[in-house]
């Protein structure tokens, strides 16, 4: 049986309102970042959205969850003109293993044991640009992926405004010097990605999951990944530019 200890943030870019939006439902044990597109109407309004029906209408499977808040923010965005789409990025934890499910590009990383993995798959094109979001018109493609948890692990959730910082050469030494304390390392997520030059203007949200297990521990190495192979901390990395 393992137990979760969360910490989380958001905070809004200097030149507009927080269109980020960041469930933490600690009962359920399910956690969830949706960055709102600015581009396609109120973002905000559609991640909000997004993650209340998440939280409501979620039964155990957390992929067919995501597909199903799809069709619900796409219906609502053909009703109501304002809404737009957002991207989502969730986990799960069961009893020993974590699932995790996401549209678009929040990121969402394990740390264990000073190596950093990444659980989600980036959504964007050659040109750099987001290549499919909640609520989009066209069709998505939920990515799920699956992870046997170990004692001390460290699930990352982030918006774009702090995807830039959870890199291998930050997140690791970073998260080392806070002993893997969650406060301590959204704390220092927050506070590098304000600093980061071109990124003051984008809104800013972080999720961290720390789980223990009770009773002995087993081996924890990363071999424990049920899922097949994700890409780099460093290809994440040049999926981000400086801004949207």
Known sequence: MFTSEVASS????????NDDRFLVDEQSRLFAVA??????????????????????????????????????????????????????????????TAEIANVGDSPCYL???GELLLLSTFDRDLAGRISQTVGASKGIS?????????????FILGSHGVAHVLAENV???????ARLVPAHVVAEVMRRAEGAEGHSDDDKTVIVVRVREEGP??????????????????????QYPESE
């Open 171 to 177: 997140v690791i030494p970073m998260a080392r010097s």
């Open 35 to 96: 960055d709102g597109d600015t581009g396609s109407g109120s973002g905000g309004l559609a991640a909000e959205r997004a993650l209340t029906l998440l939280d409501e209408g979620f039964e155990g499977n957390l992929g067919d969850a995501v597909m199903s808040v799809h069709e619900e923010v796409k219906r609502l965005k053909g009703e109501n003109k304002v809404a737009g789409e957002t991207t989502l990025t969730a986990i799960h934890l069961r009893e020993s």
């Open 142 to 154: 939920v990515h799920s992926a699956f992870v046997e948890m170990r004692d001390g692990d460290l």
């Open 217 to 238: 521990t087993k081996e924890t190495g990363l071999g424990a990944m049920i899922s097949g192979r994700r890409p780099t901390p460093h290809e994440a990395e040049e």
């Open 111 to 113: 740390l264990r044991h």
């Open 10 to 17: 958001s905070v809004a870019g200097k030149l507009r309102r």
